[in-house]
């Protein structure tokens, strides 16, 4: 019932910017925590950035002062600003929720489909 849709992915210029979106539905109570993660070509999967439910916000130190994570909360949309794009950028992009669905007792952890962002010249 619960889906997270990611939008936002595509090819870009170095030093060029792009924003993804996250787009959360479904029976959702409370939502903990979103975040987005990364997987290169090759490497294992990282996690990017992200946001608590008291809007704390935490990134790795590739990313630092040139990514920015924030929410909608009323839209229950999850973004990510990513300026200043190096090549060393490029991977696949995922949406991460950890939230308490409608008539369900613990949080569980959600992930979206997806979305490919290229940096090259």
């Known amino acids: 019932q619960v889906q997270l849709v990611e939008s936002g992915g595509g090819f870009v210029q170095p030093g060029g910017s792009l924003t993804l979106s996250c787009a959360a539905s479904g029976p959702i109570a409370n939502i903990n925590a979103m975040g987005w993660y990364r997987q290169a070509a090759g490497k294992q999967r990282e996690l990017v950035a992200k946001?608590?439910?008291?809007?704390?916000?935490d990134y790795v130190d590739s990313v630092k002062g040139r990514f920015t994570i924030s929410r909608d909360n009323a839209k229950n949309t999850l973004y990510l600003q990513m300026n200043s794009l190096k090549p060393e950028d490029t991977a696949v992009y995922y949406c991460?929720?950890?939230?308490?669905?409608?008539?369900?007792?613990?949080?569980?952890?959600?992930w979206g489909q997806g979305t490919q962002v290229t940096v090259s010249s």
């Open positions: 991460n929720l950890v939230a308490v669905e409608v008539g369900i007792w613990s949080s569980k952890r959600y």
């Open positions: 946001i608590t439910n008291g809007g704390s916000t």
